[in-house]
C-alpha cells in the first residue's frame, strides 16, 4: 500500500509537470487518477497544475527532462515501469500526513478557505478540535517530499564541522523561494550542536555577534566522542536527524515541506497544543499574547525523563507551533535558521549548556540580596516609577512634586539605603532640554526609512525620537546623561522599562510605508499587527531594519545602561532591572517579572 501511494504521487507530478508539453496518453492520465483516488489524494492534483505552469514560466526543468517527461507519457504504464518507478522511490518514505495529529498547517494566515488551500495545492478536510489543539483544515500531503529541497552529498571541513546544500527546482507556494540553500553542522561541544541554515548566495541578517556574543562560526571544534549524532538524508528530500549517542532521535526536520524564502522561513521538527508568538511587545503577563521578552529556546523532558533544550538565535518576529503528534513547527519571518541543540542530559544541564553558550547572569551587589530580613531593616531599596519626572522626561526631576529628592536620597544613603529610578527610551522632543540637543548633534537617533530623518513616536512626555542602542555612538551618550543626572541624584541603580519600545502610537506619527517590510506577506500569530503600539518595522538603525532588531531594543538599551553604570560607579557592580530582554540579556541586567 506505501508503495502504491508513493508511485501515484510520483506520477502526478510527472504527469502534471508534462502537462504543458501535452506529450501524455489519456490512458496514463486515467490510470495515474485512479491511483489517487485509491489513496483519497485528490487534493494534490491542482497543486501539479499549478506546478506545470510555475515550472513552464520559469523554466526550471531542463529540457532533457521534459523529453524523457514526454516520452514516458505517450504509452500507458506498464508493470515493468512500475517497478523502477517503485526502485527509485524506495529510499524516499512519504508518510500520511492526513491523520489529524499529524497536520502540518499550509495555510497559518486567518481567513483560509478550501478554495485556497487547493490553490496553493494542499489538502483540505475539516476536521474536530484534539483538546485544546485546533487542527488545521488545511495541511501539506507527502507530496511535498518530492517537490521541496532535495539535499545534496555532505562535504567534510573535518570531522567536527561539514556542510551540504540542498535544492529545490520547482517554487514553493510562496514568492521569493531561495532555490539553493546551505546546512552547517558543528559540533561545537561534547554536548552542544550547532545547525545553521542560509542562503549560501545572498546575504541575510542575523544577531549581530556585538550584542549577543557567542561562538563564531569554526571558533568550537569538538575532537571527542560527543553525546550526539547525525544523520544526513543525502540525495533524499530535506531531512537531518539528532539523535542521542545509542539512543532516541530527539530533534529530526520533516522533509514534507520545509521553506526557506525572502520574508518567511519556516521549518518542521520533530520534538507539544498551541501557537506561540515571539516578538517584544508592550504587553503585561498575559496567555496568549506575545509579550515584552524575545526568548526563542525550549526546554524538553522526553518520555525516558531525559532533557534537551533547542535555541534558535533569531530576532525576527516569528511564531512556534506545538502541536500533538511530538511536532514543533518554527515559523520567522526573516534572518536565517541557526539552532542549537543542548543534549542535557538533565534540565539543570540543559540550563547550564544554555549559558555556557549565551553568557552567565550578571552577579547583582550584595545589597539586592535579601539583606533586610537578615540585618532587620525594614526597607532595603526605594524604587521610583515616572511620577518622580518634571512632565514624565527623562534624566529630569520634579520641582513641584519632587522638589526634596535629592534630599530624600541623601537620607537613604545615610540610613545604609539605596535609591533605584525609572528610565524610558523616548527622550521628547517637543521643547528645548539637554539629552533631546546631545542626541541631535550626535545623531543618534532611530530614522524613518529615508534613514535621515528621525521617527517620532508618542509616549508618557508627548511626542519623542527613540534613541538607537545599536549605534556606535550610543555608549557615550547614555553615559553622559546617566552621569549628568547621577551628580543632581545619585541612584544605586537603574529600572529600563518601555524598552519593546513602546509607542503609544502605532508606528509613528506619520505614519509607516505600505511596503513588504512594514506590512510582510506573513504575520506571524502575535496579537494584533506587528506595527502595534511600537515604531516602524521600516524604520532604519545601524544594525539594520527595525523589521531585524526590533527584539534587540530592550536588550540593546541594557547593554548601554550597563556600560554606563559601570563607567560611573567604577568597581561596584551596577543594578538594572530591564522589562524587554532577548537572550543573553542576563549578562547585562536582571528580567522584571510582573
Known amino acids: 500500500m506505501a508503495n502504491l501511494f508513493k508511485l501515484a504521487l510520483f506520477c502526478c507530478s510527472l504527469l502534471f509537470s508534462a502537462e504543458a508539453d501535452r506529450g501524455w496518453s489519456r490512458s496514463t492520465e486515467l490510470w495515474c487518477k485512479e491511483q489517487i483516488k485509491k489513496m483519497d489524494l485528490q ?8 506546478t506545470a505552469r510555475r515550472q513552464e514560466r520559469i523554466d526550471a526543468v531542463s529540457d532533457q527532462r521534459k523529453e524523457q517527461t514526454k516520452i514516458l507519457f505517450i504509452r500507458s504504464i506498464p508493470g515493468w515501469l512500475k517497478s523502477k518507478l517503485l526502485d527509485r522511490l524506495a529510499t524516499s518514505p512519504v508518510e ?3 491523520i489529524p495529529v499529524r497536520r502540518l498547517d499550509c495555510f497559518p494566515e486567518p481567513g483560509s478557505s478550501e478554495q485556497d488551500c487547493v490553490d496553493r495545492g494542499c489538502c483540505w478536510s475539516p476536521a474536530e478540535r484534539l483538546g485544546d489543539y485546533p487542527v488545521p483544515y488545511c495541511f501539506y500531503s507527502g507530496i511535498y517530499e518530492q517537490t521541496g529541497y532535495q539535499m545534496g552529498t555532505l562535504k567534510y571541513t573535518n570531522l567536527t564541522f561539514m556542510q551540504v546544500d540542498a535544492t529545490r527546482e520547482e517554487p514553493s507556494f510562496l514568492p521569493n523561494d531561495v ?69 532516541p532521535a530527539i530533534m529530526k526536520s520533516t522533509p514534507v515541506n520545509f521553506i526557506f ?4 522561513d519556516f521549518m518542521y521538527n520533530m520534538t507539544v497544543g498551541r501557537k506561540l508568538g515571539i516578538w517584544a511587545r508592550d504587553q503585561p503577563l498575559s496567555t496568549y499574547c506575545n509579550e515584552y521578552g524575545a526568548h526563542p529556546m525550549y526546554v524538553l523532558i522526553e518520555e525516558d525523563g531525559q532533557s534537551h533544550g533547542v535555541v534558535l538565535m533569531n530576532s525576527n518576529a516569528m511564531d512556534v507551533t506545538l502541536q500533538p503528534g511530538n511536532l514543533v513547527t518554527w515559523r520567522t519571518i526573516g534572518g536565517i535558521l541557526d539552532f542549537y541543540v543542548l543534549v542535557g542530559p538533565t534540565p539543570n544541564d540543559v540550563v547550564k549548556q544554555y549559558f555556557d553558550l549565551i553568557g552567565r547572569p550578571y552577579l547583582p551587589p550584595y545589597w539586592v540580596v535579601n539583606r533586610t530580613r537578615a540585618i532587620g531593616f525594614p526597607q532595603e531599596v526605594q524604587w521610583n516609577d515616572i511620577d518622580y519626572m518634571e512632565y514624565h522626561m527623562d534624566f529630569t526631576y520634579s520641582q513641584d512634586n519632587y522638589s526634596a529628592l535629592p534630599e530624600m536620597v541623601a537620607d537613604l544613603h545615610a540610613n545604609n539605603q539605596r535609591y533605584i529610578m525609572i ?71 537603574v529600572w529600563i522599562d518601555m524598552n519593546e519600545p513602546s509607542n503609544f502610537v502605532d508606528g509613528s506619527t506619520s505614519g509607516c510605508s505600505s511596503d513588504s517590510i512594514d506590512k510582510p506577506p506573513y504575520t506571524p500569530h502575535i496579537c494584533d499587527q506587528l506595527v ?48 524587554s530582554t532577548f537572550m543573553s540579556s542576563g549578562r547585562y541586567v536582571g528580567s522584571l517579572d510582573r
Open 179 to 247: 532555490l539553493t540553500i546551505r546546512t552547517e553542522i558543528s559540533y561545537e561541544t561534547e554536548t552542544r550542536l550547532r545547525l545553521k541554515i542560509y542562503d549560501p548566495n545572498n546575504e541575510r541578517y542575523e544577531v549581530p555577534q556585538k550584542f549577543v556574543q557567542r561562538p563564531v562560526d569554526g571558533q568550537y571544534s569538538y575532537s571527542g566522542t560527543p553525546k550526539y549524532m547525525v544523520s544526513v538524508s543525502e540525495g533524499e528530500g530535506y531531512q537531518i536527524t539528532i539523535q542521542r549517542r545509542n539512543g
Open 532 to 579: 502595534t503600539k511600537t515604531i516602524c518595522l521600516g524604520a532604519k538603525q545601524e544594525a539594520g531594519l527595525h523589521y531585524n532588531v526590533h527584539s534587540l531594543y530592550g536588550h540593546t538599551k541594557g547593554i548601554s545602561t550597563n556600560h554606563g553604570l559601570k563607567s560611573l560607579f567604577g568597581a561596584k557592580r551596577p543594578v538594572i532591572i530591564s522589562r
Open 43 to 50: 487534493c494534490d492534483i491542482p497543486r501539479f497544475r499549478k
Open 96 to 98: 500520511d500526513l492526513r
Open 423 to 493: 528610565l524610558d527610551p523616548g527622550i521628547y522632543n517637543g521643547m528645548f532640554n539637554a539629552p533631546l540637543m546631545d542626541g541631535n548633534k550626535l545623531g543618534i537617533w532611530i530614522n524613518k526609512s529615508d534613514g535621515v530623518t528621525p521617527l517620532e513616536g508618542i509616549v508618557w512626555p508627548g511626542t519623542v525620537y527613540y534613541p538607537d542602542f545599536t549605534n556606535h555612538k550610543i555608549d557615550d551618550y547614555w553615559a553622559a546623561q546617566l552621569k549628568s543626572y547621577h551628580d543632581q541624584i545619585p541612584f544605586d541603580g
Open 261 to 264: 524564502a525572502d520574508q518567511q
